[in-house]
């Protein structure tokens, strides 16, 4: 084992001189004005590359993201394997930060949060207190119902900062809970703000792992489980959609939970969409599926564990073999439940008191719904252990851990070499072919290469020509907005029609008929300016689906040919997935239901005025007939008038609308544009790349013998380095994959 | 002469547990229930006051069926090929006798769904005019007649009489959760509040603090899009099923036992196992549903205008 431990750290610290060894060569082939190079991007890429794979190597850190359909059961499983319910979860979306766990040695669990983070998050807080009115109040407690307290928290709590690291169960738990509603909080409140992206790091979670312990070994690696959210989020999909996506771009390996109560509905697909391009990257190999939620596994026509490999295998695309090594069924609920009694164990002994312990309890409701308060009086802290350790085999975990983290654990540092060599060899690679191609170059005579170049810009020309042609960006954007501009229009028309037809003033005796009578009306309308509303968003998603659909097929069907007759090797650029859901929008709002008070004053009759004996005399004696005074009588009606109704109406509807619209222009079609057109400038680098190496050629050929005689010995070298490099590097990946 | 039976269309998120609804609403495991395997084809099931027609389940078939089952594609699967042979050889055969029996009627359903496969029609509109059709007798009717329809959530969008939409407790808030109750709201705003209910099934599975009661309702009325906000019932159809089974019948205690007990060891004694049914039962709004169709059909006797037939 020591043996071992030592080759392994041998290993590590080999591969890390070899990369920085390559330093040298790099600025060489950078001195050369090589181009050709990652995709066109040049040799300063190529170095930076090299230095992220130093790090990694130093670090030993395999990154694993856990992604999954909402309320699959992502965080229970990761908390089970903690044996502490430290993530947050719930039966309805809660994840909305992807929070990495470092499977560690510590002592405690440790919670961090980078400080820019930190003040990024007390910074929101401050703006949703200002902005969290009544109205917003009610949109975020209709969502999510449970929030109140932590809106009054926001509102009128004290103004606490974000700790920039803690400890202990609880406070971890709650310290995430806040974190990830927030999110929500502000996707409802600030919908233009995304603060996810606007994140330098993600919180990360230092925690010791009694069920996936650390000792294995100085030369094994440290796994980083990556906690994601669930992209099918009805209220977020479309940055979560991005996060997901993210978190998968940076994955060593990955693990994709299913739902065993929902295998093979639409979520699944999605997932696996997701996931494709990383595939491509890191090969099925480094792909694990555990199916979660087997305990809801109940008839005899519910599919076998058998027929669970068979399934999920041909959905991953998995070989019969390798489904029945990757695909793992687990019970995440009862892991956890049993993980954490393990856990009081462990830490309380014979000091775990049955009766009244919350890990017990929930335990032992799982193991026995009628029967669990009898078997808690019965039970012992001997007989409470042995239950929980039946009940965390039963849960499936064990398995995942042994046949996933485990072996990646002792696996880390082949895995990560083997991609990193991996990847700096495809680069040495590249470096060789350009300077071959130069040397080839400069052995050709002066007019093959301006022959070839003339080519070249020929079909550079015809690129350019095609890429100020094809839609730029403000183009896309127009284009979008343009396909959906009939959508938004119609809303807008049919949302006038509605509100116009709140009409016509009632009179009502009491301010309660009135009020109801407003409110009645004003409800119906905003019903009916929200089913609008939810129309026009699915049908912009709609359109703007066929849009990309176009724009991608115009642009591949043009580039194809001119990349095949550049000769450029590396061939067309693979375009990335998108979102294109606009994210859904606030209820329609009718303002407050005042009727109007109306008082009418009568005169009711008269009375007489009062007279002194004296007054009347004189009076009397005048001829006047007795003064009175007249008696005024009110009456109350309250008028119940729609015309602020409507004005509210039409201003909540119309920002709702230009809200929907704003999202179009400023969220999903820069998204698409930036999309389409990073297709065509990845298609143009690749190109300008190889012009630009044949340039470089021709300039040497026209520099006098002497000088050219030099550049032609030094490529020659690179060449000879690079090959003698990428011998050693592969030789280094075959002793590493022993 | 007596009015026709109320028209209820049931169905909601796929694998939300419709059919499991409707088995426990008819306190009998009548039509097959799935974690896979595509959506239950469309199916009537005819709740009649017990002692009227018949004495036990019995489904009728029609030579639509047959004629659906023969041409169904993808029969070349070996399991399904060996469904629609059973079949046709069994109660499609010409002039085959009617079903009878909970057990076999499910077990004639399950082969139908696995013959037909994803060709019973996502959207439920392209289903042959007569599909299968079972009579149920209850206890809880006592003149009242429904056809429960079990079918696809497109028949959301078809005509009924009243709608019973099934959501998934544990999905909620889901891009397809969104869909149905797009699809709930469109039916409310045809037929009004007053004809459609909303079953959040699967309650069973909420911890403490998760959404419920008033919460939940408001969180769903919340994301209808529209019109109107028809009662939310919280369901645990599995549960109330099993419960019932073992109340009407000692012979399906196991089924209950081993829900109870997940981890096997059960066998609970048998005092704990049915004061905890009762207790489940009057928990799993169930006995609401009921009332709610009740209330249905009197409203509707009461206005027979009022339907969108
Ligand atoms: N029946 C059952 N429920 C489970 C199991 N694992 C998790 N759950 C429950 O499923 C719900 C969702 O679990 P989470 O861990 O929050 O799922 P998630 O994938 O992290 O969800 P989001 O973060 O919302 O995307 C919770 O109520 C869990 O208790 C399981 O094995 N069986
Ligand atoms: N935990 C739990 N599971 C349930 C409940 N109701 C149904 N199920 C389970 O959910 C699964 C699907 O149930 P079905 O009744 O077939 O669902 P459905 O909506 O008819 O499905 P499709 O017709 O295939 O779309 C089965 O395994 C049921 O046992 C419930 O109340 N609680
Ligand atoms: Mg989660
Ligand atoms: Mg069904």
Redesign the interface.
């Known amino acids: 084992m020591a043996d071992e431990d030592d080759a392994v750290t041998l290993l590590q610290a080999e591969v890390r001189d070899r990369l920085t060894d390559l330093d040298a060569l790099l600025t060489q082939a950078g001195e050369l004005d090589l181009h050709a190079v990652r995709s066109g991007r040049g040799v300063e890429a190529a170095m930076s590359a090299v230095h992220d794979d130093v790090e990694a190597i130093e670090r030993m850190e395999l990154r694993i993201p856990i992604v999954a ?3 699959a059961g992502k965080s229970t499983i990761i908390n089970a394997m903690t044996g502490l319910t430290l993530l947050p979860a ?4 809660m994840t909305t930060l992807p929070t990495r766990i470092v499977l560690d040695d510590v002592a405690e669990p440790v919670l961090r949060l980078a400080a820019s983070d930190a003040a990024l998050f007390d910074t929101l807080t401050g703006e949703l207190a200002t902005r969290l009115g009544d109205a917003e109040r009610d949109d975020v ?6 929030m109140g307290p932590l809106l009054d928290l926001i509102v009128s709590g004290p103004r606490v900062p974000f700790p920039l690291e803690c400890t202990g169960e609880r406070e971890i738990q709650r310290t995430l809970m806040r974190l990830n509603e927030l999110v929500r909080v502000g996707s409802v409140v600030l919908p233009d703000v995304d603060v996810v992206s606007a994140l330098s790091d993600v919180p990360s979670l230092h925690t010791p792992s009694e069920f996936a312990p650390a000792g294995a070994g100085p030369g094994a690696g440290t796994l980083v489980l990556v906690d994601t959210p ?1 992209p ?4 977020m ?1 479309v940055p979560l959609t991005e996060i997901v996506a993210d978190q998968l771009a940076k994955a060593h390996v990955v693990v994709i939970v299913l739902d ?8 699944d697909e999605a997932i696996r969409e997701l996931v494709r391009p990383v595939l491509a990257r890191i090969g099925t190999e480094k792909l694990f599926a555990v199916v979660n939620k087997v ?5 005899e ?3 076998g564990p058998e ?1 669970v490999v068979r ?1 999920v295998g041909r959905l991953l695309g998995f070989s019969g073999d390798q489904a029945r090594e990757r695909v793992i069924e687990t019970r995440a609920r ?1 892991g956890l439940a049993a993980a954490r009694v393990l856990a009081r164990v462990t830490d309380a002994g014979d000091g775990l008191d049955p009766a009244t312990d919350p890990a017990v309890e929930a335990m032992l409701r ?6 669990w308060e ?1 078997d808690r009086e019965t039970a012992t802290v001997a007989s409470l252990h042995a239950t929980a350790q ?2 965390w085999r ?1 849960s499936g975990l064990p398995v995942f851990r042994d046949r996933v983290l485990h072996t990646l654990r002792r696996t880390a540092v082949p895995i990560l070499v083997d991609a990193v060599l991996g990847r700096t060899i495809g680069m040495l690679d590249e470096i060789e072919a350009a300077a071959s191609n130069r040397i080839a170059a400069m052995h050709a005579d002066q007019a093959e290469i301006t022959r070839r170049m003339d080519d070249l810009a020929g079909e550079l020309a015809e690129l350019d020509r095609l890429t100020s042609r094809l839609p730029g960006k403000n183009e896309v954007r127009k284009r979008a907005q343009d396909s959906v501009a009939e959508v938004i229009d119609g809303a807008r028309r049919r949302g006038e029609v509605v509100i116009d037809s709140v009409r016509g003033a009632k009179r009502f005796d009491t301010a309660k008929e009135a009020k109801k009578y407003i409110k009645k009306r004003r409800n119906k309308a905003s ?2 300016l ?2 609008i ?3 026009a968003r699915n049908e912009v998603a709609r359109r703007l689906g066929l849009l990309r659909g176009e724009l991608l097929a115009q642009a591949e069907k043009s580039v194809a040919p001119i990349m095949r007759r550049a000769g450029v090797a590396a061939g067309l650029p693979a375009p990335e997935a998108v979102s294109l859901t606009p994210s ?1 929008a606030k ?1 329609v709002k009718g303002g407050g239901a005042d009727p109007d008070r109306k008082t009418k004053t009568y005169v009711a009759g008269h009375e007489r005025v009062d007279e002194t004996l004296g007054e009347m005399f004189v009076r009397w004696w005048q001829g006047e007939a007795a003064p009175t005074t007249p008696v005024y009588g009110q009456t109350v009606s309250y008028k119940a008038g729609l015309g602020d109704t409507r004005h509210t109406l039409a201003a909540s509807f119309g920002a709702r609308v230009d809200d929907l619209s704003a999202q179009v222009r400023e969220h999903v079609a820069p998204q698409l544009a930036a999309h389409v057109s990073r297709y065509h400038d990845d298609a143009v680098r690749l190109v300008k790349a190889y012009r630009d190496d044949l340039a470089a050629a021709r300039d040497d050929l026209r520099t006098d013998d002497r000088r050219r005689r030099v550049r032609l010995e030094e490529l020659a070298e690179l060449v000879e380095a690079t090959r003698s490099a990428s011998a050693e590097l592969r030789e280094l990946q075959e002793r590493a994959a022993s | 002469m007596s009015p026709p039976p109320l028209r209820v269309a049931v169905a909601g998120l796929p694998k939300a547990g419709v059919s499991t609804l409707v088995n426990a609403l008819i306190g009998a495991a009548v039509l097959p229930v799935s974690t896979l395997e595509g959506v239950s084809p469309l199916t009537e099931v005819a709740v009649v006051p017990a002692g009227e027609t018949v004495a036990e389940p019995t489904l009728h078939l029609s030579d639509g069926t047959r004629a659906a089952v023969r041409e169904s594609p993808g029969t070349a699967e070996p399991s399904r090929a060996a469904s629609a042979g059973r079949l046709l050889a069994g109660p499609l055969a010409a002039g085959a006798a009617p079903v009878t029996g909970a057990d076999r009627v499910r077990a004639v359903l399950a082969d139908l769904r696995r013959a037909l496969g994803a060709t019973a029609s996502a959207d439920g509109r392209g289903e042959h005019p007569s599909p299968p059709h079972v009579v149920v007798p209850v206890g809880w009717a006592a003149s009242e007649r429904f056809v429960l329809v079990d079918g696809p959530p497109g028949i959301l969008a078809g005509p009924s009489d009243a709608f019973l939409v099934v959501l998934d407790y544990t999905h909620l808030d889901t891009v397809e959760d969104a869909r149905v109750l797009r699809l709930a709201a469109e039916a409310t705003a045809r037929v009004g509040p007053g004809r459609v209910t909303i079953a959040v099934n699967r309650v069973d599975q909420g911890e403490d603090g998760d959404l419920a009661g008033e919460s939940l309702r408001r969180h769903v009325h919340a994301r209808m899009p529209a019109a109107g906000r028809p009662p939310v019932v919280e369901t645990s159809a599995r549960w109330a099923l099993a419960a019932s089974l073992l109340l009407g019948d000692d012979a399906h205690a196991a089924t209950l036992d081993a829900l109870a007990h997940p981890m096997g060891g059960g066998a609970a004694d048998a005092g704990a196992l049915s004061r905890g049914a009762e207790h489940t039962i009057a928990a799993s709004g169930i006995p609401e549903l009921r009332q709610t169709l009740l209330r249905w059909w009197s409203a509707a006797v009461r206005a027979p205008h009022g339907t969108t037939r």
Not at chain 1, 366 to 371: D, E, I, P, T
């Open positions: 359909p909402m309320s719930r039966v309805t979306g407690l209709d969502l999510f119902p449970h669930g099918d989020d009805a209220q999909s065993y109560t929902r295998l093979n509905v639409m979520a305990d809801e596994r109940l008839t026509e519910d599919p027929e399934l009862f799982l193991r026995s719904r009628y029967g009898r039946e009940m039963y019903e009916e929200d089913y509303l939810y129309d859904s209820a």
